[in-house]
């Protein structure tokens, strides 16, 4: 939570310990606690989704960026393969053609079969369903975590936005209990339904936001 929230807060304290103690004056003293004790309550209610709120964003983050290292780990494991596949690729080639001019047939029967080996190393490293490790496979699996770093990073951005909704509701809330203007309370109830309704669609939908390029 925010210095500036906190500020404000304190300043809201501050303001029902002065009306308890006698000097907010006459008959409306009783209506003006409760009511200030309705807005107390009401902040301690977004404060509480905020808490939250940054709490799923925080974890949201951490994991998109873990993701995101595992994401480049196996893209660079994706293109030492690749390096690998093609130096071999171009030996084998290298020796085929050396063997088409060789008279000895048994050096011609080693050249071959060398190149052959090679080769078959070569579509194990295009595809290896066995160890997993084939570049197939580490393309699909460098593909799922690039898409659960997206979803993640997703999610961080509307518990941000959340985040944001109950900062201000509670700012406005706080303004409520100093000004009297009971608008600014209907205003941070409103924005607390708006936070909530982010936070839900972060966790189910997260993709939602961004599908309509709005986020």
Same mark, same amino acid.
């Given at each position: 939570m925010?210095h500036?929230v906190h500020a404000?807060?304190h300043?809201v304290?501050?303001q029902?310990?002065?009306?308890?103690?006698?000097?907010?004056g006459?008959?409306?003293k009783?209506?003006a606690?409760?009511?200030?004790?309705k807005?107390?309550?009401?902040?301690?209610?977004?404060a509480?989704?905020?808490?939250?709120s @940054?709490?799923l $964003?925080? *974890?949201?983050?951490?994991e998109g960026?873990?993701?995101?290292i595992?994401?480049? =780990? #196996?893209?660079?494991?994706?293109?030492?393969?690749?390096i690998?596949?093609t130096?071999?690729?171009?030996?084998?080639?290298?020796?085929?053609?050396?063997?088409?001019?060789i008279a000895?047939?048994?050096?011609?029967?080693?050249?071959?079969?060398?190149a052959d080996?090679?080769?078959k190393t070569v579509?194990r490293?295009?595809?290896?369903?066995? @160890?997993?490790? $084939?570049? *197939?496979?580490?393309?699909?699996?460098a593909e799922?975590?690039?898409?659960?770093? =997206? #979803?993640?990073l997703?999610?961080?951005?509307h518990?941000?936005y959340?985040a944001?909704?109950?900062?201000?509701?509670?700012?406005l809330?706080?303004?409520a209990v100093?000004?009297?203007m009971?608008?600014l309370?209907?205003i941070?109830g409103?924005l607390?339904?708006?936070g909530?309704?982010?936070?839900?669609l972060?966790?189910?939908?997260?993709?939602?936001?961004?599908?309509?390029?709005?986020?």
């Amino acid at each position: 939570m925010s210095h500036g929230v906190h500020a404000v807060q304190h300043e809201v304290e501050h303001q029902i310990e002065h009306e308890q103690h006698g000097h907010g004056g006459g008959r409306r003293k009783p209506l003006a606690e409760s009511t200030n004790k309705k807005i107390a309550l009401l902040i301690s209610v977004l404060a509480l989704f905020l808490a939250f709120s @940054e709490t799923l $964003g925080k *974890k949201s983050q951490t994991e998109g960026i873990s993701l995101n290292i595992k994401a480049s =780990d #196996t893209w660079n494991f994706f293109q030492a393969k690749t390096i690998r596949q093609t130096t071999l690729r171009t030996a084998a080639q290298a020796l085929t053609v050396e063997a088409g001019v060789i008279a000895d047939e048994a050096r011609k029967a080693a050249l071959l079969k060398q190149a052959d080996d090679w080769m078959k190393t070569v579509a194990r490293y295009e595809s290896d369903p066995a @160890e997993k490790d $084939g570049r *197939k496979e580490l393309r699909a699996l460098a593909e799922k975590y690039e898409h659960g770093r =997206d #979803t993640h990073l997703a999610r961080y951005h509307h518990y941000e936005y959340a985040a944001a909704a109950f900062q201000i509701g509670i700012v406005l809330a706080s303004a409520a209990v100093i000004t009297g203007m009971m608008a600014l309370v209907y205003i941070a109830g409103g924005l607390g339904v708006v936070g909530l309704a982010v936070i839900g669609l972060g966790f189910f939908n997260p993709d939602y936001l961004h599908s309509l390029h709005l986020i």
